[in-house]
């Protein structure tokens, strides 16, 4: 990386909350622009950058810098600019003229040490100096901590957070024990810290690195589904990983449950070490599972079910199958339903019985889904309105910007009756924060493919309930005549069984062609997208076909497949502005996902007629408009709403030409497109594939290596996860819990 330094010339944008800021420096050598997160530059300061010097496509060459280190200005012009800015409060360009006429050189250390003597200056009264010492002093504690961490590879941004978090007390707080960064600071893991530990002299078997280092070891479990992990892979990991012995990592494990940070639970298969809210959030689940389920339900007994499913059989001229009737019949009894089945078996055509039934006894129903795109499927689906799981909960934010959710055991959900669909995809955390919103009383029906891949969060919850036989569970598996007539609702089922699918069936709605090589994978998908599908289909390209691929990296993963599609499906033009993020080009017309949930987030529709809050993760759109002057971009989701980004939120939006299959969880498109080729035997699963092929409504295409195919249909090897949920279930089954 290269060096350099310069003295601010202009500041010509700053963001307040992340620091990134795009600034013009002079030096010797003349004029340059410097862009990154540098949270405390001001006009005429000098500072130290060290970074690489990049071209931009609209803006040209500029430095790109990784840190910056504020050198302290010492010239009385320097002095004179440094005030002059604004960048301390309370100081404009006239009173900055008159400190430095008083002080001279010494302006900063009476600013600093002295600062009652600013009432020898004219205009300046006790009031005024508070103001300068609280600017001045919050400047400089940032500034110091940037100065001191800087050396230990902490960036610019993670030293804003640190100033957020600690304040005045940070450097001395990191000085006595420098691990608590990688618990309290996010984007600072365990090594990092254990580095600047290391460089600070620290003893590297201190209880505070070997505790945190434990910690770490629990974290990344759960980035892999697990709620726990047993006590002697944590011993193993945590002893390769800091390159100590067992009886260390067993007494600071003794330790961290005795401050409850953990929880050690003796189990049949040994001790299983969980962090405590994953803990408390399963044992949580367990219970409110059983509370709801045991719940005697006495108004309704008399009801007579078989003659309300017959009256909405006659009113909608349906029959609905054997296990259908068992499964309404089971959701207007119980306390808890679970209805599982894969696609073709009537999930939505037995949930729209319930609602019909619950409606006519006058019981007031919510439906709810895990994402966005979910969550308006099923809106499309039953024609009543579904919210998110969040927005169901009524989610905020703290005074410390913590996700909170407004409706608890406190203040519970109003509805007689709650329908989650595609449970697969709730994790442990968010079904606790479900259940214990619902009070004793309300029917919850819970729908799913237990077969579709599981939470991207920790934990396997519908499969462990499930799993347990504890939960009134009834699996639809009658494939109906219209779904026969599909190959993609035959294959997906095939395949679920382990059988390979039928393939190239004239006139059906399933093929394969092959693709030897990533490079022929990827002509054939860029020829299929551009010309075959939508001609002989008569489909749109960019808006029906929807590319999912295994994995992000690759020749045929997400990444590079989004920069091939762009440039085939929306190329430069003359009119199409463009704008860089994170060296993506983006540019009006393009196909773009919202990846986190924005519940305040607002839009409107072209016209102005409505408009309202919430974006979601996995909502497709495309790029309507970019305004380069206000550096804003909007984009159009669901063909009518329109929202605004500033550049700095474009973290929020990522290409979707082509997107992950685990992303794809709970939409649907028309056409489905997905390279099979090798890929990590993590990725070639069966149940990987079977959700991609699920996504497509009219259409699959598969292009790639038959040899991959066969291995992802007999990879029934589904990532063991280390959850108790099931077995938590079924002890108080034992004990009689439930009958």
């Known amino acids: 990386m290269e060096r350099l330094e310069g003295m601010v010339t202009d500041i010509v944008f700053h963001n307040e909350e992340n620091g ?28 130290e950058l060290e970074g690489k010097w990049g071209r931009h496509r609209l803006y040209g060459e500029q430095f790109e810098a990784e840190k910056f280190i504020p050198v302290i200005p010492t010239s009385v012009e320097g002095i004179r600019v440094y005030l002059a800015s604004g960048m301390v409060k309370g100081i404009g360009e006239k009173m900055a003229n008159r400190i430095i006429e008083k002080f001279g050189v010494e302006t900063l250390d009476v600013i600093q040490n002295t600062p009652d003597r600013l009432l020898e200056v004219e205009g300046i009264g006790r009031k005024k100096i508070e103001q300068i010492k609280k600017s001045y002093s919050e400047d400089r504690e940032l500034r110091n901590i940037i100065i001191e961490m800087s050396p230990y590879g902490i960036s610019p941004n993670q030293c804003l957070r640190i100033y957020k978090r600690y304040r005045s007390n940070a450097l001395k707080l990191i000085a006595e024990n420098p691990y608590r960064l990688a618990e309290d600071i996010r984007g600072i893991g365990f090594k990092t810290a254990d580095n600047i530990a290391r460089k600070m002299g620290i003893d590297m078997n201190s209880e505070d690195r070997i505790e945190q280092g434990i910690l770490f070891v629990l974290r990344n479990a759960l980035m892999e589904g697990h709620t726990y992990l047993p006590e002697s892979e944590v011993e193993k990991e945590a002893m390769d990983l800091m390159n100590i012995d067992m009886e260390r990592v067993d007494n600071c494990l003794l330790s961290l449950a005795y401050d409850q940070k953990i929880k050690l639970e003796n189990t049949k298969e040994g001790i ?33 079910i078989s003659d309300k499913i017959n009256e909405v059989e006659k009113a909608e001229n349906i029959k609905l199958a054997d296990n259908q009737r068992q499964a309404v019949k089971e959701a207007v009894n119980g306390g808890v339903t679970v209805i599982t089945g894969g696609p073709g078996t009537g999930k939505t055509t037995t949930i729209n019985t319930i609602i019909k039934i619950f409606r006519g006894m006058k019981k007031e129903v ?103 036989g504890v939960i009134k ?63 002989f289909y008569k489909v749109d390209g960019l808006r029906d076909i929807q590319i999912l691929s295994p994995m992000r990296k690759g020749d045929v993963g997400v990444n590079n497949m989004n920069t091939v599609l762009q440039s085939c499906l929306n190329p430069p033009g003359e009119r199409k502005a463009e704008a860089v993020f994170n060296k993506r080009t983006f540019r009006v017309g393009d196909k773009v996902m919202q990846i986190k949930n924005n519940y305040t987030k607002s839009w409107k529709t072209e016209d102005e007629k409505d408009s309202g809050e919430g974006i979601y993760n996995g909502d497709i759109g495309y790029i309507y408009y970019i305004d380069k002057n206000k550096k804003l971009i909007y984009v159009i989701f669901d063909e009518s ?47 990987l594939l079977y959700t991609a092929i699920t996504r497509a409504k009219k259409l699959v295409v598969l292009v790639g290596d038959t040899r991959y195919l066969d291995m992802m249909i007999k990879n029934n090897r589904v990532n063991a996860r280390y959850s108790m949920l099931s077995e938590r279930l079924g002890v108080l089954k034992e004990e009689g819990v439930i009958i």
């Not at 809210?277 to 009801?303: G, H, P, R, W």
């Not at 729908?447 to 579709?452: A, I, L, N, P, T």
């Open 272 to 304: 299983a070490v969980y962090l405590m809210n994953y803990f408390l959030a399963e044992t949580s689940v367990c219970n409110k599972l059983v509370e709801l389920s045991v719940f005697e339900f006495t108004k309704d007994k008399n009801i007579d």
């Open 641 to 687: 709403k329109i929202v605004e980004y500033s550049y700095e939120e474009m973290d929020e939006i990522e290409h979707s030409f082509c997107t992950t299959i685990h992303k794809s969880q709970g939409s649907e498109f028309p056409v489905v497109v997905i390279p099979i080729s090798w890929a990590p035997p993590m990725l070639l699963s069966r149940n």
């Open 20 to 47: 990134y800021t795009i600034a013009r420096l002079s030096n010797g050598d003349g004029d340059f622009t410097a862009v990154g997160c540098m949270p405390t530059l001001s006009i005429g300061e000098t500072v």
């Open 366 to 468: 919510a439906l709810a889904a895990p994402t966005g795109r979910a969550a308006k499927r099923m809106t499309e689906t039953t024609g009543e309105e579904s919210k998110t799981i969040h927005r169901l909960l009524e989610m905020g934010y703290s005074t410390d910007d913590e996700l909170v959710f407004f409706r608890n055991e406190e203040e519970p959900i109003k509805a007689d009756v709650i329908i989650v669909d595609e449970a697969s995809m709730i994790d442990i955390l968010l079904m606790n924060s479900l259940l214990s919103a619902i009070k004793p009383g309300t029917k919850l029906i819970i729908v799913g493919d237990s077969d579709q891949l599981p939470s991207v969060g920790a934990g396997n919850v519908l499969g462990d309930i499930i799993d347990s």
């Open 473 to 535: 569970t009834v699996r639809l598996n009658e494939i109906f005549r219209q779904a026969e007539q599909s190959m993609i609702v035959v294959n997906a089922h095939k395949i679920n069984k382990g059988e390979r699918p039928v393939l190239n069936r004239k006139g059906k709605d399933f093929f394969f062609l092959n693709g030897e090589t990533p490079q022929k994978i990827m002509d054939t998908v860029v020829g299929l997208v551009e010309k075959r599908l939508p001609e």
